[in-house]
């Protein structure tokens, strides 16, 4: 398995990252066994994922007391990224929130701490001169932004220049932070841990058409605003969606390369990205998302795959937000 070192840290991690939201079920997910997710969790491992990201908001905490009774004996072998929520990025709150997650994880430090959210309520010095504090205090050993567009980043960056990450949307279907947050990104060499990266199993081929994505799945502006749980307010691009799915599936099928796998290898081969984050929810999906990192696409091949994916990627333009018109992630 490929690796990195993030900048400003010593933390080594691989260019694929377990990601552990769905493995608590509930809210998108619907039903989950804990058994196939403590064994997903156990086989990622296995399989030579040693990075692992998770967050206070999935399952308020579940999922990091997951990682902890599934891997917490092999804490010094593996990298954890968790975040906390918005709400807490005032100096005091992040210094508690931070402890909290330390208790989550059952560990005496946080590998990497990120900022789920920007906050515009909370002026961002004030958060960020929290993270660096809790760096020099040994209490976390880097951290990171998450959903940080242009300005929230810049802004970030004026108090403190140590950001060893920013983890945003980014997948054949969702190509927004091409625009400009990627190329910023770039330029001050903070690595992109790209999240959704099979966008949430769409690009498993999994559906053929909208009407098959269950209404939790369809919260994404791909999908009308009609549907139940949307929160956008935009007619959607699901003829555009579907069309570059069909087209992504035909050249799987041309390449005999599984169409996530395919979706994948485009995905790390993309310049800025330091680690494609997905996520499984039990050991076969590991193991298939695993075998992608042997998948190497030719410089021809990634440019078909652009090609087909770009009508979608203008239509759906530069607002990185994949749930919200009004947003701040440009
Ligand atoms: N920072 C943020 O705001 C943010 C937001 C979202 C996610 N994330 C992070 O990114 C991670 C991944 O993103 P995501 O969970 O949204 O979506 P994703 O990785 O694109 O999709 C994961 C889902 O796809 C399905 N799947 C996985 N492997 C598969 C395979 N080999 N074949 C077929 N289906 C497969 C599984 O669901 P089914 O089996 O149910 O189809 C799985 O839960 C999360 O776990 C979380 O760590 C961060």
Known sequence: MQTITLPHSDLTITRMTFGAWAIV????????????????????????????????????????????????????????????VPDDFGYEDVKRACE????????????LLQLHWPNPDIPVEETMRALVDLKQEGKIRAFGVSNFGKQDLTEALEVTKEISSNQLPYNLL??????????????????????????????????????????????????????????????????????????????????????????????IAQPGMGSIIVGARNPQQVRDNVAAMQVSLSDQLVEELNEVTRPLKEALGSNADMWQSDSRIH
């Open 25 to 84: 079920g509930g809210f998108n997910w619907g039903h989950q066994e804990e058994k196939d997710s403590l064994a997903a969790l156990q086989e990622a491992y296995e399989q030579g994922i040693t990075f692992f990201d998770t967050a206070q908001a999935y399952g308020n905490g579940a999922s990091e007391q997951m990682i902890h009774q599934a891997l917490g004996d092999v804490y010094d072998k593996i990298v954890i990224a968790t975040k906390i």
């Open 100 to 111: 909290a997650r330390i208790q989550a994880l059952q560990s005496d430090h946080l590998d």
């Open 174 to 267: 969702w190509r927004a932070i091409e625009f400009d947050i990627l190329p910023l990104c770039e330029k001050h060499q903070i690595p992109v841990l790209s999240y959704s990266s099979i966008m949430q199993g769409l690009l498993a081929g999994k559906f053929s058409n909208p009407q098959e994505v269950p209404d939790d799945r369809a919260r994404s502006r791909h999908f009308s605003s009609e549907r139940s749980q949307a929160r956008h307010s935009e007619g959607g691009q699901e003829t555009l969606t579907f069309e570059a799915i069909a087209q992504i599936k035909q050249i799987a099928e041309r390449e005999d390369i599984p169409m996530a796998s395919l979706s994948m290898a485009w995905l």
